[in-house]
């Protein structure tokens, strides 16, 4: 995050190692970080496309965790180019795969961006609140602190836009 170029560098020179040594984890991993470097960048659909050939690697070795992973990755990638559809439709992948391993940062990681990209218009406020408060219930259990805060701003800002300072007061308390 510090250095995005020097990661992508890095993450180029650990793919062409992988794939000379027909290591497909490695690569798996190498393509995410490259993707991570760009999408550091705000270069969007690069880290999309690095992370679609990761995923495709960790497809053909039936890394359920990887593939939810990347998939989650994705949502992000598409809600910042601002296809939400999109987004939503990887997030609620995300979650059905990491249900099935029970990962709940990534369930709760997937329900918070859900939130999130429902939070942007009026007429899904209600929508946003619902995933928010998911997203909520499930980090509180996990003691999940940084999901809990931005939950906790989401659902002040929410709040906010609704003229309930006093809720959206004691939700931006919960975030500090």
Known sequence: RSDPNIAIKYGEEAKKLSESLQYELGLAYALK????????????????FNWEQSLDVFRSMNDENGVANIIG??????SSLG???????????????????ADSVRIATC??????????KA?????AKDYYLSALHISELIDYEDAIGFVAYGLGDLYYQRGEYDTALAYFKETL
Do not use: M, R
């Open 111 to 120: 329900l918070l961006n859900i939130g999130y990209i429902y939070s942007g």
């Open 33 to 48: 970080n490259i993707g991570l470097g760009y999408f550091n960048q705000g270069n969007y659909a690069e880290a999309a």
């Open 123 to 127: 007429a899904t406020h209600d929508k």
């Open 83 to 101: 296809d939400d559809v999109k987004a939503i439709d990887f997030f609620l992948q995300s979650i059905s795969i990491a249900e099935k391993s």
């Open 73 to 78: 990755n994705l949502g992000a990638a598409y």
